[in-house]
């Protein structure tokens, strides 16, 4: 092997060499960079969600839209829990994502007032955190835009009013679950205050009757039945309810009392007992603001993992309510009634 | 006494457990020490998490407001009482704490909490004794009025009990520090309940009081024509249990930061059930704190091993009722209600055809 053919090899192996060692420092330092632009960025993510309660359809559509995404995404592992509407449960719940090692935590908890707590545990352990519906402090918001929901169902039942009522009802109904506090209270504010501000000739004060529901059909059922015979047999009557379920009770008790054609009721949430109702011939239920449960997950997860990743994400995600009826009910939930959309 | 008699008496001295309990409540102790372990065992081999310092930590905290209600629920059902508004008490409690923060202010709101938890006591005692209404329905009545209460003095929200303002920032540091204080890195509402446990054991063992509640359990007649004071150490082992409800609700308060009206919800249950669990007779008489402790514990450990699985929420429940019924089965076998003569027949039967 002559001398030049040698060096010809050395100088191509040094080259190769300085090559390789430049690509790997620069890989290296890309990962470096990577890592220290997003130190929360990983293949796979575990992502610890408690849930309000398992008690209601609600909260079960969220949940299982959580569990259907997470599977779909492939890179998420849930972690699951049950906040069973209780602030001290929360609290151990978060207490048990961080000694699991979740890397985010989704919270739908039942008061504002326990998020102070929750968050700091969450903090302490560098753990970001989502609230469902319930804002906490430094958490992202996830949820309803209850006042907004609430203007929806008002207008539809003013704009029903003045069509069919020549623009007048004479009495109002508002079932309501005072206890809950602010957020749902804005649900009905924003119900009574578009059904008056966009009817005709708004109810008189004195026959808007505020009846605590206690968020159950049967409550409901009870106070509104107690509550009729304060109204004119003849009168024409508006209800705003918290829920389907309500609605579903004050239907129930004003049909009972011989009232039914008299009346017309506008609910929140538009869950599968509901829209059954509505979709009656002459129903009484005239809709409900949808809040679509079952996507939450899909709208939710994949923005967790832009936090993780390091991409910008809003402090408040608000989901995208519609006005359910038997119009439009076929467009958003097709399956749940073939024979009602073939038509 | 003679020396000679003395020294037979020190030489036949109990040692270790039988020194606080009787020899058939010794058995139950170890069965329930038992089954501790296996279920630690199970839960340990499914979740490398659930031994781990920062879970144990956890699941002891979560049993604090149980523990601490459980110690004096003990006492009173030995003395066959019973008190089911133990956990509206509590939330009645921590609403008045939540409520006093910006009238008289936060350590005398804790103070008005602990009377007024013990005042509902009183009137549960002075109720059932005096009164001679069933402890079912009187507490059961009770349970309503208190649960109102908290309501009505919270207009139906929850309390931040939290220095919103900035101005008494080490008033509410101390009072969160009742939750997250640690001594020897073991959290201030571990050593209380341990502490009440504790004193739970004297009083039930060492004092007069303590022995009577068994005597009253078992027999109450016999017990006022022997001279006990029976309506009173009722009334005191009712004022315990509203009052126990208090200094739990003190704790609740401080570690949520919140005072909430619907605080501990059901926690009565659970409470009853550890205790039942922990060899404690629904009919009165027998009963012992190792057990209590044991039956937290047991409940502790299957609820938190069982979120560490992600188990769902009904199966927790089932899990939980399975427990209670358990519980209940072992004591009405112990109570003689239960004929165990065919289980002996078919050992009988199987040990013939072995032979």
Redesign the interface.
């Not at chain 1, 972690?79 to 049950?82: E, I, R």
């Given at each position: 092997m002559n001398t030049r053919r040698l060096s010809a090899i050395a100088l191509g192996t040094v080259v190769f060499a300085l090559v390789v060692t430049m690509a790997l420092r620069g890989s290296a330092v890309r990962v470096l960079a990577q890592d220290s632009a997003c130190p929360t960025a990983k293949d796979s993510y575990t992502i610890g969600f408690a849930n309000l309660t398992?008690d209601i359809v609600f909260t079960q559509l969220v949940r299982e839209g959580m569990v259907a995404t997470a599977e779909e995404m492939g890179n998420v592992n849930l972690?699951?829990?049950?906040n069973?509407?209780?602030?001290?449960t929360a609290?151990?719940?978060t207490?048990?994502f961080?000694?699991?090692g979740v890397d985010a935590i989704i919270h739908f908890q039942?008061?504002?007032?326990?998020g102070?707590?929750i968050m700091?545990r969450a903090r302490a352990a560098g753990i970001p955190v989502f609230a469902i519906d319930i804002p906490m402090p430094g958490a992202t918001f996830f949820g309803a835009d209850n006042y907004y929901a609430g203007q929806l169902a008002g207008e539809a039942l003013a704009a029903w009013v003045n069509e069919n009522w020549d623009g007048q009802a004479d009495a109002m109904l508002v079932l309501e679950l005072?206890?809950?506090?602010p957020i749902p209270a804005a649900r009905m504010q924003g119900m009574e205050e578009a059904f008056q501000n966009n009817v005709e000739t708004p109810v008189a004060d004195d026959m808007v009757f505020h009846l605590d529901s206690k968020n159950t059909q049967e409550e409901a059922f009870r106070v509104v039945s107690d509550t009729l015979p304060a109204i004119d047999e003849d009168a024409k009557i508006v209800a705003v309810t918290i829920n389907d379920g309500t609605a579903l009770g004050t239907i129930a008790a004003v049909e009972a009392a011989g009232r039914g054609d008299n009346l017309m009721v506008v609910g929140q949430n538009a869950d599968p007992s509901g829209q059954e109702e509505m979709i009656k011939e002459n129903s009484r239920y005239l809709g409900a603001t949808g809040y679509f449960p079952e996507n939450y997950g899909a709208q939710l997860l994949p923005r967790v993992i832009d936090v993780l990743e390091c991409r910008p994400v809003p402090p408040s995600i608000y989901v995208e309510h519609v006005f359910i009826s038997a119009d439009n009910v076929c467009d958003y939930y097709p399956d749940n009634w073939p024979d009602f959309c073939s038509q | 006494m003679t020396t000679m008699e003395s020294t037979a008496a020190a030489g036949s001295r109990p040692t270790g457990l039988r020194r606080f309990l009787r020899a058939s409540e010794v058995q139950e102790v170890l069965a329930l020490v038992i089954m501790l372990a296996l279920i630690v065992l199970v839960m340990a081999s499914n979740s490398n998490l659930f031994l781990s310092p920062r879970n144990i930590i956890n699941l002891l905290m979560d049993s604090t407001t149980v523990g601490m209600i459980a110690v004096f629920t003990t006492m009173l059902m030995i003395s066959r009482g019973l008190d089911l508004s133990v956990a509206s008490t509590a939330a009645m409690c921590g609403v008045i704490i939540g409520t006093s923060q910006s009238t008289i202010g936060l350590w005398p709101g804790v103070m008005l909490a602990l009377i007024a938890g013990a005042l509902v006591g009183l009137i549960n005692g002075f109720l059932v004794t005096f009164v001679g209404i069933n402890p079912l329905i009187t507490t059961l009545g009770m349970l309503s009025i208190t649960r109102g209460l908290a309501f009505v003095f919270a207009d139906g929200l929850t309390i931040p009990v939290f220095d919103l303002s900035g101005e008494h920032q080490a008033t509410y540091t101390a009072f969160t520090q009742l939750a997250e204080g640690r001594l020897f890195d073991i959290p201030y509402p571990i050593l209380v309940m341990s502490g009440l446990f504790i004193l739970g054991i004297v009083l039930l063992r060492y004092t007069t009081y303590g022995r009577a509640m068994y005597v009253i359990g078992d027999n109450e007649d016999a017990s006022f024509l022997a001279g006990l004071p029976v309506r009173r150490y009722r009334m005191i082992a009712y004022t315990l249990s509203g009052l126990s409800a208090a200094v739990a609700a003190v704790f609740l308060t401080s570690r949520l930061y919140a005072a909430d009206p619907r605080a501990a919800p059901n926690i009565e249950l659970t409470v009853i059930t550890a205790v039942v669990l922990g060899g404690t007779s629904l009919a009165g008489g027998q009963g012992n704190l190792f057990g209590t402790l044991l039956g937290v514990l047991i409940l502790s450990s299957l609820l938190n091993g069982l979120k560490l699985q992600s188990v769902s929420t009904e199966l927790q429940n089932i899990a939980q009722g399975l427990v209670l019924l358990l519980a209940v089965g072992i004591d009405q076998v112990r109570q003689g209600k239960i004929d165990l003569g065919l289980w002996r027949l078919f050992r009988r039967q199987a040990r013939a055809s072995t032979q």
């Open positions: 398992e972690v699951l829990a049950d069973r509407l209780d602030g001290a609290l151990a719940n207490e048990n961080i000694t699991q039942t008061d504002e007032a326990f102070n707590v700091a005072p206890q809950s506090g | -």
